[in-house]
C-alpha cells in the first residue's frame, strides 16, 4: 500500500520558520512530481507548491513566493517545504501529494486534481 506520511507541522510565532517533510513509499520515486496543498477552515484547498520530477521546476502560490521553498532528496523518498517569515494566513492543515503524471511546469502543478496520492495532513499555526 501506497504511503505518504508527512511530519513537521506544530505552532510557530509569526516571523518564525517550520520545516514539513513527506516520505512517501513509491517507487520509481524520481520519476514522481510531488507538492504541497493547504487547506483553512471554511477554505477550499489550494495548491501551495510543487517541485518536477527532475528537481529542475517548481513553482509557488503568489503569497509564499520567497519566503517557501520545495526541495526534494530523492535518496531518501522525501520532499520538503521550508517556511519561513510566517504569517497567520498561513495557519492550514498542509498536505503532500505525488502523482507520477504532474509536470510542475508551464503553470502546472498546482491543481488538486493533478495528484491522486495525498498524505494525512499536518497542522501549521502561526500566531501573532
Known amino acids: 500500500e501506497v504511503q505518504l506520511v508527512e511530519s513537521g507541522g506544530g505552532l510557530a510565532q509569526a516571523g518564525g520558520s517550520l520545516r514539513l517533510s513527506c516520505t512517501a513509499s513509491?517507487?520509481?520515486?524520481?520519476?514522481?512530481?510531488l507538492a504541497w496543498f493547504r487547506q483553512a477552515p471554511g477554505k477550499e484547498r489550494e495548491g501551495v507548491s510543487c517541485?518536477?520530477?527532475?528537481?529542475?521546476?517548481?513553482d509557488y502560490m503568489d503569497s509564499v513566493k520567497g519566503r517557501f521553498t520545495i526541495s526534494r532528496d530523492n535518496a531518501k523518498k522525501t520532499w520538503y517545504l521550508q517556511m519561513n517569515s510566517l504569517a497567520s494566513d498561513d495557519t492550514a492543515m498542509y498536505y503532500c501529494a505525488a502523482d507520477i503524471t504532474a509536470s510542475c511546469f508551464g503553470g502546472h502543478g498546482l491543481a488538486s486534481v493533478d495528484y491522486h496520492l495525498w498524505g494525512q495532513g499536518t497542522q501549521v499555526t502561526v500566531s501573532s
Open positions: 517541485i518536477s520530477w527532475t528537481g529542475v521546476y517548481t
Open positions: 513509491v517507487s520509481p520515486f524520481d520519476k514522481y512530481g
